[in-house]
Protein backbone atom coordinates (compact mmCIF):
# COMPACT_ATOMS: atom_id res chain seq x y z
CA UNK A 1 0.00 0.00 0.00
CA UNK A 2 1.08 3.22 -0.55
CA UNK A 3 2.29 6.23 2.01
CA UNK A 4 0.86 9.29 1.88
CA UNK A 5 0.52 12.19 4.07
CA UNK A 6 -2.46 14.83 3.69
CA UNK A 7 -1.40 18.75 4.00
CA UNK A 8 -3.07 21.35 5.86
CA UNK A 9 -2.10 25.25 6.08
CA UNK A 10 -4.53 26.94 8.60
CA UNK A 11 -4.76 30.46 9.91
CA UNK A 12 -7.71 30.66 12.64
CA UNK A 13 -9.48 28.18 11.31
CA UNK A 14 -11.10 26.66 14.79
CA UNK A 15 -14.17 26.38 13.68
CA UNK A 16 -13.50 24.65 10.05
CA UNK A 17 -10.72 22.31 12.09
CA UNK A 18 -13.42 19.80 13.11
CA UNK A 19 -15.19 19.49 9.90
CA UNK A 20 -11.73 18.54 7.97
CA UNK A 21 -10.63 15.81 10.34
CA UNK A 22 -14.40 14.61 10.95
CA UNK A 23 -14.26 14.15 6.55
CA UNK A 24 -10.37 12.80 7.07
CA UNK A 25 -11.34 10.23 9.54
CA UNK A 26 -14.28 9.11 7.52
CA UNK A 27 -12.32 7.92 4.38
CA UNK A 28 -12.20 4.60 2.95
CA UNK A 29 -8.45 4.63 3.12
CA UNK A 30 -7.33 2.08 5.60
CA UNK A 31 -5.35 2.65 8.20
CA UNK A 32 -3.75 5.54 10.20
CA UNK A 33 -3.94 8.88 8.06
CA UNK A 34 -1.12 11.20 8.66
CA UNK A 35 -1.77 14.70 8.86
CA UNK A 36 0.76 17.46 8.67
CA UNK A 37 -0.67 20.60 10.25
CA UNK A 38 0.31 23.96 9.73
CA UNK A 39 -0.58 26.94 12.14
CA UNK A 40 0.92 30.21 11.43
CA UNK A 41 -0.24 33.41 12.54
CA UNK A 42 -3.04 32.12 14.47
CA UNK A 43 -5.00 34.32 17.65
CA UNK A 44 -7.86 31.87 18.11
CA UNK A 45 -8.25 28.83 20.10
CA UNK A 46 -7.13 26.11 16.94
CA UNK A 47 -4.28 24.50 19.63
CA UNK A 48 -7.33 23.90 21.85
CA UNK A 49 -9.66 22.45 18.99
CA UNK A 50 -6.55 19.99 17.72
CA UNK A 51 -5.61 19.06 20.88
CA UNK A 52 -9.43 17.61 21.51
CA UNK A 53 -10.00 16.15 17.66
CA UNK A 54 -6.44 14.90 18.30
CA UNK A 55 -7.99 12.54 21.22
CA UNK A 56 -11.29 12.19 19.17
CA UNK A 57 -10.17 10.64 16.09
CA UNK A 58 -6.73 9.31 17.65
CA UNK A 59 -7.34 5.52 16.29
CA UNK A 60 -7.82 7.28 12.72
CA UNK A 61 -5.77 10.22 12.11
CA UNK A 62 -2.02 10.64 13.01
CA UNK A 63 -2.36 14.95 13.59
CA UNK A 64 1.66 16.13 13.27
CA UNK A 65 1.40 20.04 14.04
CA UNK A 66 4.06 23.11 13.35
CA UNK A 67 3.61 25.96 14.16
CA UNK A 68 5.25 29.62 12.77
CA UNK A 69 4.75 33.15 13.59
CA UNK A 70 5.92 34.39 9.99
CA UNK A 71 6.68 38.44 9.82
CA UNK A 72 3.69 40.44 8.26
CA UNK A 73 5.42 40.42 4.77
CA UNK A 74 5.75 36.79 4.77
CA UNK A 75 2.23 35.71 6.24
CA UNK A 76 0.66 34.71 3.08
CA UNK A 77 -0.38 31.43 1.35
CA UNK A 78 2.58 30.84 -0.12
CA UNK A 79 4.70 30.35 3.29
CA UNK A 80 1.33 28.74 5.07
CA UNK A 81 1.58 25.73 1.89
CA UNK A 82 5.19 25.05 1.98
CA UNK A 83 5.20 24.81 5.57
CA UNK A 84 2.44 22.47 5.70
CA UNK A 85 4.02 20.70 2.49
CA UNK A 86 7.17 20.66 3.57
CA UNK A 87 6.56 18.96 6.87
CA UNK A 88 4.32 16.25 5.39
CA UNK A 89 7.69 15.63 2.86
CA UNK A 90 9.28 15.37 6.77
CA UNK A 91 6.80 12.90 7.88
CA UNK A 92 6.64 10.83 4.15
CA UNK A 93 9.19 7.58 3.95
CA UNK A 94 12.14 8.05 2.16
CA UNK A 95 10.04 6.15 -1.16
CA UNK A 96 9.74 9.25 -3.79
CA UNK A 97 6.55 7.32 -4.74
CA UNK A 98 5.31 8.44 -1.59
CA UNK A 99 2.30 11.08 -1.99
CA UNK A 100 1.86 14.41 -0.72
CA UNK A 101 -1.72 15.79 -0.68
CA UNK A 102 -2.51 19.29 0.04
CA UNK A 103 -6.39 20.71 1.06
CA UNK A 104 -7.75 23.67 2.70
CA UNK A 105 -8.81 23.65 6.39
CA UNK A 106 -12.33 24.72 5.01
CA UNK A 107 -12.53 21.79 2.51
CA UNK A 108 -14.77 18.83 3.17
CA UNK A 109 -13.80 16.00 1.05
CA UNK A 110 -15.44 12.68 0.10
CA UNK A 111 -15.15 9.42 2.11
CA UNK A 112 -13.21 8.07 -1.45
CA UNK A 113 -11.42 11.34 -1.92
CA UNK A 114 -7.92 9.80 -0.89
CA UNK A 115 -8.35 6.34 -2.39
CA UNK A 116 -9.48 7.90 -5.69
CA UNK A 117 -6.49 10.02 -5.60
CA UNK A 118 -4.28 6.87 -5.37
CA UNK A 119 -6.17 5.33 -8.03
CA UNK A 120 -5.46 7.90 -10.50
CA UNK A 121 -1.72 7.65 -9.70
CA UNK A 122 -1.66 4.25 -10.73
CA UNK A 123 -3.44 5.33 -14.03
CA UNK A 124 0.16 6.82 -14.89
CA UNK A 125 -0.51 10.45 -13.78
CA UNK A 126 2.39 12.51 -11.78
CA UNK A 127 0.21 14.72 -10.37
CA UNK A 128 -3.46 15.02 -9.29
CA UNK A 129 -5.89 18.18 -9.38
CA UNK A 130 -9.32 17.92 -7.65
CA UNK A 131 -12.29 19.13 -8.87
CA UNK A 132 -13.55 22.40 -6.13
CA UNK A 133 -17.37 21.62 -5.45
CA UNK A 134 -19.30 24.03 -3.40
CA UNK A 135 -20.28 22.54 -0.18
CA UNK A 136 -24.18 22.49 -0.23
CA UNK A 137 -24.45 22.45 3.32
CA UNK A 138 -23.47 26.52 2.79
CA UNK A 139 -25.69 27.17 -0.41
CA UNK A 140 -25.09 29.94 -2.71
CA UNK A 141 -27.98 32.20 -3.72
CA UNK A 142 -29.64 31.90 -7.03
CA UNK A 143 -28.22 34.42 -8.31
CA UNK A 144 -24.59 33.56 -7.79
CA UNK A 145 -25.79 29.76 -8.33
CA UNK A 146 -26.58 30.55 -11.47
CA UNK A 147 -23.18 32.57 -12.79
CA UNK A 148 -21.72 29.40 -11.42
CA UNK A 149 -23.33 27.20 -13.59
CA UNK A 150 -22.35 28.86 -16.64
CA UNK A 151 -18.70 29.12 -15.96
CA UNK A 152 -19.00 25.81 -15.46
CA UNK A 153 -20.64 25.37 -18.93
CA UNK A 154 -17.80 27.34 -20.27
CA UNK A 155 -15.16 25.57 -18.69
CA UNK A 156 -16.55 22.32 -19.84
CA UNK A 157 -16.90 23.60 -23.64
CA UNK A 158 -13.40 24.61 -23.09
CA UNK A 159 -12.13 21.15 -21.74
CA UNK A 160 -13.88 19.32 -24.83
CA UNK A 161 -11.74 22.01 -27.63
CA UNK A 162 -8.63 20.82 -25.67
CA UNK A 163 -9.95 16.82 -25.74
CA UNK A 164 -10.85 17.03 -29.21
CA UNK A 165 -7.38 19.48 -30.71
CA UNK A 166 -4.46 17.94 -28.13
CA UNK A 167 -5.86 15.33 -26.10
CA UNK A 168 -3.59 13.67 -23.11
CA UNK A 169 -3.64 9.58 -22.54
CA UNK A 170 -2.87 10.64 -19.24
CA UNK A 171 -5.69 12.75 -18.55
CA UNK A 172 -8.53 11.75 -20.31
CA UNK A 173 -12.14 12.83 -20.60
CA UNK A 174 -14.22 13.22 -18.85
CA UNK A 175 -12.13 15.78 -16.85
CA UNK A 176 -12.36 18.58 -15.16
CA UNK A 177 -9.76 21.76 -15.25
CA UNK A 178 -8.87 22.45 -11.16
CA UNK A 179 -6.05 21.47 -9.47
CA UNK A 180 -5.24 24.61 -6.81
CA UNK A 181 -4.12 23.45 -3.22
CA UNK A 182 -7.89 22.74 -2.00
CA UNK A 183 -7.19 19.16 -3.47
CA UNK A 184 -4.06 18.97 -5.34
CA UNK A 185 -1.66 15.31 -4.71
CA UNK A 186 1.96 14.70 -6.01
CA UNK A 187 4.41 12.40 -5.72
CA UNK A 188 7.41 13.38 -3.17
CA UNK A 189 9.92 12.69 -5.21
CA UNK A 190 8.40 15.04 -7.82
CA UNK A 191 8.03 18.02 -5.29
CA UNK A 192 11.76 17.43 -3.98
CA UNK A 193 12.46 17.52 -7.84
CA UNK A 194 10.11 21.19 -8.59
CA UNK A 195 11.73 22.77 -5.51
CA UNK A 196 8.82 22.48 -3.66
CA UNK A 197 6.03 25.03 -3.19
CA UNK A 198 6.90 28.79 -4.28
CA UNK A 199 6.46 30.74 -1.38
CA UNK A 200 4.43 33.58 -2.94
CA UNK A 201 1.82 35.91 -1.08
CA UNK A 202 -0.60 34.03 -4.16
CA UNK A 203 -1.27 31.53 -6.78
CA UNK A 204 1.68 29.39 -4.60
CA UNK A 205 -0.53 26.46 -6.06
CA UNK A 206 -0.76 26.96 -9.76
CA UNK A 207 3.14 27.83 -9.62
CA UNK A 208 4.12 24.93 -7.59
CA UNK A 209 1.57 22.55 -10.51
CA UNK A 210 4.03 24.80 -13.03
CA UNK A 211 6.98 24.04 -11.94
CA UNK A 212 6.13 20.40 -11.76
CA UNK A 213 4.99 20.63 -15.40
CA UNK A 214 8.21 22.16 -16.41
CA UNK A 215 10.33 18.56 -15.37
CA UNK A 216 8.08 17.02 -17.61
CA UNK A 217 5.24 15.78 -15.08
CA UNK A 218 1.66 14.70 -16.01
CA UNK A 219 -0.81 16.12 -14.38
CA UNK A 220 -4.26 14.89 -14.62
CA UNK A 221 -8.09 16.05 -13.64
CA UNK A 222 -9.98 12.71 -12.88
CA UNK A 223 -13.43 13.41 -12.61
CA UNK A 224 -13.89 11.04 -9.71
CA UNK A 225 -11.41 13.68 -7.57
CA UNK A 226 -13.05 16.12 -6.23
CA UNK A 227 -13.67 18.19 -2.66
CA UNK A 228 -16.83 20.17 -0.85
CA UNK A 229 -15.01 23.83 -0.05
CA UNK A 230 -16.64 26.71 1.90
CA UNK A 231 -18.25 29.02 -0.09
CA UNK A 232 -17.00 31.86 2.13
CA UNK A 233 -15.84 35.43 0.88
CA UNK A 234 -13.54 35.97 3.84
CA UNK A 235 -10.93 33.70 3.02
CA UNK A 236 -7.31 33.38 4.68
CA UNK A 237 -5.26 34.07 1.53
CA UNK A 238 -5.37 36.77 -1.29
CA UNK A 239 -6.32 35.47 -5.04
CA UNK A 240 -7.65 32.49 -3.17
CA UNK A 241 -11.07 30.88 -3.29
CA UNK A 242 -12.73 33.57 -1.49
CA UNK A 243 -11.57 35.99 -3.68
CA UNK A 244 -13.38 34.63 -6.17
CA UNK A 245 -16.43 34.13 -4.77
CA UNK A 246 -16.53 37.58 -3.99
CA UNK A 247 -16.12 38.65 -7.42
CA UNK A 248 -18.98 36.32 -8.21
CA UNK A 249 -21.17 37.94 -5.49
CA UNK A 250 -20.62 40.78 -6.91
CA UNK A 251 -21.34 39.65 -10.18
CA UNK A 252 -24.24 38.52 -9.39
CA UNK A 253 -25.80 41.45 -7.32
CA UNK A 254 -24.60 43.67 -10.59
CA UNK A 255 -26.63 41.49 -12.86
CA UNK A 256 -24.29 41.96 -15.45
CA UNK A 257 -22.49 38.72 -17.47
CA UNK A 258 -19.16 38.37 -17.09
CA UNK A 259 -17.20 38.58 -20.09
CA UNK A 260 -14.44 35.12 -21.05
CA UNK A 261 -12.25 34.63 -23.48
CA UNK A 262 -14.11 33.74 -27.10
CA UNK A 263 -13.31 30.04 -27.80
CA UNK A 264 -11.92 30.88 -30.87
CA UNK A 265 -9.26 31.68 -28.61
CA UNK A 266 -9.12 28.30 -27.05
CA UNK A 267 -9.05 26.54 -30.17
CA UNK A 268 -5.86 28.19 -31.21
CA UNK A 269 -4.51 27.61 -28.22
CA UNK A 270 -5.02 24.22 -28.24
CA UNK A 271 -3.49 23.70 -31.29
CA UNK A 272 -0.34 25.54 -30.52
CA UNK A 273 -0.04 23.17 -27.46
CA UNK A 274 -0.33 20.19 -30.23
CA UNK A 275 2.41 21.66 -32.27
CA UNK A 276 4.77 21.89 -29.46
CA UNK A 277 4.22 18.69 -28.06
CA UNK A 278 5.50 17.13 -30.52
CA UNK A 279 8.76 17.94 -30.08
CA UNK A 280 11.41 16.88 -28.08
CA UNK A 281 10.61 17.11 -24.20
CA UNK A 282 7.21 18.93 -25.84
CA UNK A 283 5.24 18.73 -22.51
CA UNK A 284 7.69 20.61 -20.01
CA UNK A 285 8.25 23.19 -23.43
CA UNK A 286 4.62 23.99 -23.05
CA UNK A 287 4.92 24.65 -19.34
CA UNK A 288 7.87 26.87 -19.79
CA UNK A 289 6.29 29.20 -22.89
CA UNK A 290 3.00 29.09 -22.35
CA UNK A 291 2.77 31.78 -19.08
CA UNK A 292 5.03 33.96 -21.46
CA UNK A 293 2.35 33.83 -24.40
CA UNK A 294 0.10 37.32 -24.25
CA UNK A 295 -2.88 36.74 -22.15
CA UNK A 296 -6.41 36.03 -24.15
CA UNK A 297 -8.76 39.04 -24.47
CA UNK A 298 -11.91 38.61 -22.71
CA UNK A 299 -14.23 39.30 -25.64
CA UNK A 300 -17.09 37.14 -25.58
CA UNK A 301 -20.40 37.47 -23.04
CA UNK A 302 -21.00 34.59 -20.67
CA UNK A 303 -24.12 33.02 -21.43
CA UNK A 304 -26.26 32.55 -18.79
CA UNK A 305 -29.17 30.36 -18.92
CA UNK A 306 -32.71 31.60 -18.44
Not at 16 to 23: D, N, T
Not at 69 to 87: I, V
Not at 126 to 139: A, Q, Y
Amino acid sequence: MVDLCVCVPARNEANRLPILFGALAAQTWPGVIPISLAINNTTDDSLLVIDLEKRRHARRLDIRVVQAEFPPAQAHAGSARKLAMDAGLAIAPADPGAILVSTDADARPPIEWLARIVAAFDRGADLIGGRIEVDPNEPLPASVWRLRTAWDRYWETVRAIEDNIDPLPWDPAPRHGDHTGASLAMRAGLYRACGGVPPLPTGEDRALVTAALKTGARLAHPADVWTFVSPRRDGRAQGGMADAMHQMFESAETGSPPLAPALDHWRGRAAWRKRLRGRPDGDALIARREPLLPPMPHDMVLELSA
